[in-house]
């Protein structure tokens, strides 16, 4: 077998393979020969059949199986004869003409194909005692804590039915019919709805018309939906609905105590303090893990440049794109809406996508180096994450992780990534700050990492989106809701 390289350009590659047609020949004997004493054909007995006839009767389906083994199995000993990784699935081009087909088929001619393929760049790793980050950290205070710990036990407040008018605070129960032109419109129809006023959870404009009604009544109400409102058959429109209030209930004072905890599941009040405070943590700690992670990607992309396989590149392009193609036709938005042009956008995200393969790469092979690895029970266990958001489909999840060869990478990833962060942060320079809860939460449009491809459209949707997985190049199944936790869990956040 000859493998003789016809293209080397910067990283792309083309080698061109030829197999011998008397080497085909040579494996079609041997293989003849190994079904000469198992195949049965009239007219002979078993292990008399002559080669000719074997030859007739199954050269071509022999011949056919092993330029498929060929094709499957050389590429992969081609590459690491000649010490390459692909950045994708290398290309395999043969013979379409028919003729030469049948003659490479009956070993009249060699059998050759090429595959076309893009390298992975070689990374000269550098020290990473350079790397300087600030870790902010939120001290939670006591008040913080009771803030959180009043508004659950405000959502979990009884109401108690009451005489006379409903006023802002108050739960009303109603039946309603909404309609735009007369006509009523899906999802506008509910009966037994419960509205606290004053809540905001309805349109805007809606519930301050239902201040002063009363258990009997009967009103129509007028609204406008927001133009950017989700449905796009309802957004800007002028809608009616028809309301009719069956019962207005006033507020029960709120107690935090043990009976407001046993009420939620929780053995006192104490505890419900606990989960609250471990809910804060929790959430102020992802906040400064997704700084602290930005700080350090930003100082890779200063440290390492070097050409990246234009494959990878565009598949990560093609999926940041889609996600601003979708967000701004959910939003009804155009690119001129949000201070730029198609042009541009195409161009920021191109350099994003640039970017987070360029990091995927170094992170893999700072993690590689390193011996970073991802356990069987770590992909167990996210694996089973993905099973739980996913509730009654259980089933189709794991023979989607099954049949699909990319479906575990896109789980492996981003734990493997996570791993190699925390790896980094072991032999960083981490200096930790103390700042408040507004400066931690503080939007990030001022700092230094992609502050071009924050100028791309939509800025508050799609570019937030595509940073925030910065250094992830696989993709995992969307996740649905999760299902619904024990009452006290879910009131506490």
Do not use: C
């Amino acid at each position: 077998m000859q493998v003789i390289e016809t293209l080397a350009e910067g990283l792309k590659r083309e080698i061109k393979v030829v197999v011998p047609a008397k080497d085909m020949e040579v494996k079609l004997n041997e293989r003849l020969a190994d079904v000469k004493d198992k195949v049965r054909i009239n007219g002979f007995r078993p292990g008399k059949v002559p080669a000719a006839h074997l030859r007739k009767v199954y050269g071509k389906s022999i011949m056919a199986d092993l330029v498929n083994e060929i094709v499957r199995e050389q590429p992969t000993a081609i590459l690491a004869e000649r010490g390459e990784k692909s950045a994708t699935q290398p290309e395999i081009a043969m013979t379409e003409d028919k003729d030469e087909a049948e003659q490479i088929l009956a070993a009249q001619k060699d059998f050759e194909f090429t595959l076309s393929y893009e390298v992975l760049p070689p990374i000269e790793l550098k020290s990473n005692k350079g790397i300087k980050i600030t870790r902010e950290v939120v001290d939670i205070s006591e008040d913080e804590v009771n803030e959180q710990v009043l508004k659950v036990a405000e959502s979990a407040r009884s109401y108690e039915t009451k005489k006379g008018k409903a006023a802002n605070g108050d739960r009303i129960t109603m039946d309603y019919v909404g309609k735009v032109d007369g006509v009523a419109f899906d999802g506008g129809t509910d009966q037994g709805a419960e509205l606290v006023l004053g809540s905001g959870r309805f349109i805007p404009g809606f519930e301050d018309q239902l201040v002063g009604t009363k258990a009997g009544d009967e009103k129509t109400i007028t609204v406008t939906f927001p133009a950017d409102y989700p449905a796009k058959n309802l957004a800007g429109q002028e809608a009616t609905f028809d309301v009719t209030v069956k019962d207005v209930a006033a507020p029960a004072d709120v107690e935090i105590n043990d009976e407001l905890a046993k009420k939620l599941g929780l053995e006192s009040a104490d505890r419900l303090k606990e989960i609250v405070r471990g809910q804060i943590e929790s959430q102020y700690g992802s906040m400064t893990r997704q700084k602290v992670k930005r700080q350090i990607l930003d100082q890779l992309d200063e440290m390492y440049k070097f050409e990246t396989p234009a494959s990878l590149v565009e598949a990560e392009y093609n999926g940041i794109w889609n996600q601003v193609a979708n967000d701004l036709a959910q939003s009804g938005k155009t690119f001129e809406d949000e201070d730029t042009t198609e042009e541009k956008a195409r161009e920021e995200y191109k350099k994003l996508a640039e970017r987070r393969v360029r990091l995927g790469l170094v992170l893999s092979e700072i993690g590689e180096k390193a011996g970073v690895e991802v356990s069987e029970d770590e992909m167990q266990r996210a694996i089973y994450e993905q099973l739980r958001q996913y509730p009654g489909q259980e089933k189709q999840i794991l023979d989607f992780f099954r049949s699909q060869p990319g479906a575990a990478a896109s789980i492996r990833a981003p734990i493997f990534e996570e791993k190699v962060i925390d790896h980094l942060l072991t032999e960083i320079d981490v200096t930790d700050k103390k700042v408040t809860k507004e400066e931690l939460l503080a939007d990030e449009e001022g700092e230094a990492s992609d502050k071009e491809a924050k100028k791309a459209a939509p800025k508050k949707k799609a570019a937030a989106k595509a940073e925030a997985a910065e250094g992830e190049e696989a993709a995992a199944p969307k996740k649905k809701a999760a299902p619904k936790k024990k009452a006290s869990e879910e009131s506490a956040e």
